[in-house]
């Protein structure tokens, strides 16, 4: 009963988003001989977007003394956390939606909300050359280039609060990003013979940056020490890519392949910290910006397979499985120093892998699922101490159907019966930010095909 409402909040989110696009693709046949066919195809794409976001948060408080007792109900605690924090009382959400009827509310608007709100309208054009070669009956070549160009125009809000937490003023800004680019690329297919195939490739491909990224918006809380920021100087992240793969297909519908990639990227964006003195206050910033560069390889390798050939009743088991290991190397500033650290790529976990065993018989189909995630960089701070991670994390999944008639099917699945937290964490393992459970949950049904 000692505690009283302190307030409540009511949000009104709105997005908008509207895109015209089109495109025009040719092939021409080139001049067939009697070791080689092919085809020449070109072609061009033209898109117009425009994506606009308002956000407006409203704070309500009141000087009517709205108890705790008076509200409760509405919410079992007992499974929260696995168990291993205890939830005290909590306020039913219709009954607190129900208060503002009751007593009288002063309204206050969130204007940090409006660092979120943009406009932006992007145009794009793009024109493809390229060519399928089939020499002989076991060689094939793609050769192609491609141009991108894009255009985006920004309209953001630089907001500010001073040093009591007092709003100060909000300013529209704008702001604009032009980029163009060229990527070339040249894919063969080797086939060795009826069952197995390498395919090796040189290409160059681009990632643009998110929409809010480029927004020149800028939050100052000068209470904090905080400044969030956009960069719209921000530049498309590229990549150089060869690929290598070799395959094998089995009898039994099945397949084994192994392959080997490297990436060189230049460019590439990330959310970065860094320290930066405003009228002689020092500010923690948070910005996304361009590193270096960086440059990853790795393997990739699957398998599946049926194995029809074993006595019964096993001959109903299948397996599928594959494995994909990464090392990486990025260039990133370090904070404020002028200096350079070099780290992991962020965002790109070392080891995932799915592996699945599965059954089929007499009209049932059910499979076992594992799939695992390594713990990858999420955010780059301003020093190893405050870099943020996300924890490994490995699901276990299960499905099954059952055909009853030629028309019936019952099924069901059941998703992440492990329970795997999701975790972030700064720097080490024992300073967790966050810590999620989301339990298990499944689907079940009977399905008709007609």
Known sequence: AAYVLDGQSLESNFTSDRE?????????????????????????????????????????????????????????PKEFFEGRYVVGPFPDPAVARGLRSRSAFEVEQDLEEDAADFKADETLGAGYVMAELYVGPRVAVFPGLRYEHTSVDYTGNVVRFDADGQFVGIDGITGANDFGQVLPSLVARLKIDEATNVRAGITRSLARPNYYDLVPYELVLEEDGEIQRGNPDLDATTSTNFDVLAERYFSTVGVVSGGFFYKRLDDFIFPFQLAETRDGELFRVTQPRNGDDASLWGVELAFQNRFAWLPAPFDGLGVYANYTYVDSTAR???????????LRLPGQAKHTGNASVSYEKHGFSGAVSWHYQGRYLEEVGVDATTDLFFDDRLQLDVAASQRVTKNVRIYVELVNLTNDPFRRYQSVIARPLQEEYYSWWGTFGIKLDF
């Open 20 to 76: 015209v696009t089109g495109s025009v693709d040719l092939a021409i046949p080139l001049p067939t001989q009697p070791e080689f066919a092919g085809l020449l195809k070109f072609g061009g794409k033209f898109r117009s977007k425009t994506k606009f976001r308002n956000n407006e948060v409203f704070g309500l408080e009141t000087d009517a003394e709205i108890s705790l007792p008076s509200v409760v109900g509405g919410f079992d």
């Open 332 to 342: 990133v500033p370090a904070g404020d120093i002028g200096t350079v650290r070099e």
